[in-house]
């Protein structure tokens, strides 16, 4: 859920800034019918999402939901990251976070067709919504959570999860720059590695 991440983290590179908004819509072994450039922006999406899982930050922030919610705190913590990186925006990217996001929305419109149909409703909603902006204010937080409570089909605690992150604030910012500092030098390592094909993911 931390599309605004995977979207820092990919660098410039217009596949890879794609394919890591769109991995958690791709299942299966890559390249799973897509072009070898997207293939391997999903294969970094994985690549941060398994560096998040086993960082100490990441875990720590975790615990720190609590145990009503703690089923979701994989969920919570994902949008509570990008709320930080959102909040803090400009200290991260030259573009102004709204234009950021403008070209992501763009980039992802232009390839959708190398995508499973499947996907394009939810890739359409998030650009007519807006979902990587609307965590940079916690009411903006509070309605995507409230969202996504009611579109589950089951009964969920994500509705109110914002006061997660209110009860532990200086916590969650505290991990999330130890764990985005990271994350960086991480995808800008796998990407070195990997540049030009497909890691085995």
């Known amino acids: 859920m931390n599309f605004l991440a995977h979207a820092l983290l990919a660098g410039d590179e217009p596949a890879l800034i794609v394919g890591g908004v769109v991995g958690d819509w791709i299942k299966g072994t890559l390249p799973a019918g897509l072009p070898d450039d997207l293939a391997r922006g999903v294969a970094l999406h994985r690549a941060i999402d398994c ?33 930080l990186l959102a909040r803090e925006w400009a200290g991260q990217h030259r573009l102004p976070l709204r234009e950021f996001c403008a070209e992501v929305y763009r980039l992802v419109e232009l390839r959708l067709p190398d995508f499973p149909a499947s996907a394009h409703g939810a890739l359409r909603m998030m650009a007519r919504e807006d979902w990587l902006s609307s965590y940079a204010e916690v009411p903006g937080l ?6 996504m409570s009611r579109r589950a089909r089951q009964p969920n605690p994500l509705l109110g999860g914002e006061q997660e992150l209110l009860a532990a604030a200086d916590g969650y910012a505290q991990d999330f720059a130890h764990w985005l500092a990271d994350a960086q030098a991480y995808s800008m390592q796998w990407q070195a590695e990997r540049s030009g094909r497909i890691a085995p993911f």
Do not use: I
């Open 142 to 147: 509070a309605d995507v959570l409230a969202r």
């Open 51 to 83: 560096h998040a899982d086993a960082h100490p930050a990441f875990q720590l922030s975790r615990t720190r939901v609590s145990a009503p919610r703690r089923r979701y705190a994989g969920v919570l913590v994902d949008m509570f990251y990008d709320h």
